[in-house]
C-alpha cells in the first residue's frame, strides 16, 4: 500500500507535465492574420436587471482581414493603436428594428461591438496549418515578415493554438 501511495503523486504529476507540454516548431513560410469586426448589439430580457436571463441579438456586421500589418483593401479606419485597420462601421439598427426583435421584452440601446480574431498560418514541410493566436504572437511576425525572418512558434495546449513566436537567432527581439 505504500508504494502504491508514492505512486499515485508521481503518476498525477508525469500526466500534468505530459498534458501541459508545448511543442516548439521553427518556420520561415508564414503569415499573421487579423480579422477586425464592427458589430451591433442590442441585449434583451423580461428583466434587464437579471444578467442571467438576458439574451443578445446581434444586427449589421462588417469585417476586413488584415494580413502581416499591411493595409488591407477596403479599410476606412486605421492603423490603429495596435496597428489594426478597420472597415466600415455597419449602418445603425434602427428603432423599429430592435423593437421588432425584442418581441414584449425589455431592451438596451444599440451597442457597437469591436473585435478582432488573430490567426497565424504556417508551412513546416508538407504540413500547412493555421491556428488561432494572440495579439503578441501578430505583431511578432508583422515584424518578422518582411524579411522573411524563421520563426520559432511555442504551440499551446495539444498543439491547438500558437502562444509565442520568437525570431531564430535575435534573441526574440527584433
Do not use: H
Amino acid at each position: 500500500m505504500g508504494k502504491l501511495i508514492f505512486l499515485l503523486p508521481t503518476v498525477a504529476v508525469l500526466t500534468t507535465l505530459t498534458l501541459t507540454s508545448c511543442s516548439t516548431l521553427t518556420t520561415n513560410q508564414y503569415e499573421a492574420t487579423a480579422l477586425t469586426r464592427y458589430t451591433w448589439q442590442v441585449k434583451v430580457a423580461d428583466d434587464l436587471a437579471n444578467e442571467n436571463l438576458a439574451r443578445f441579438e446581434t444586427f449589421a456586421t462588417t469585417s476586413l482581414l488584415n494580413r502581416n500589418g499591411l493595409k488591407p483593401s477596403g479599410a476606412v479606419t486605421g492603423p490603429d493603436e495596435k496597428g489594426l485597420w478597420w472597415p466600415a462601421l455597419p449602418p445603425r439598427p434602427s428603432v423599429d428594428e430592435v423593437e421588432q426583435r425584442k418581441k414584449l421584452q425589455q431592451a438596451t440601446n444599440p451597442e457597437l461591438l469591436k473585435t478582432v480574431k488573430y490567426e497565424l498560418n504556417y508551412r513546416v514541410g508538407e504540413q500547412q496549418r493555421t491556428l488561432p493566436t494572440n495579439y503578441e504572437v501578430y505583431r511578432q511576425v508583422v515584424k518578422a515578415y518582411p524579411s522573411r525572418t524563421p520563426l520559432q512558434l511555442t504551440l499551446g495546449l495539444n498543439d491547438n493554438s500558437v502562444e509565442k513566436a520568437e525570431p531564430v537567432g535575435s534573441g526574440g527581439n527584433f
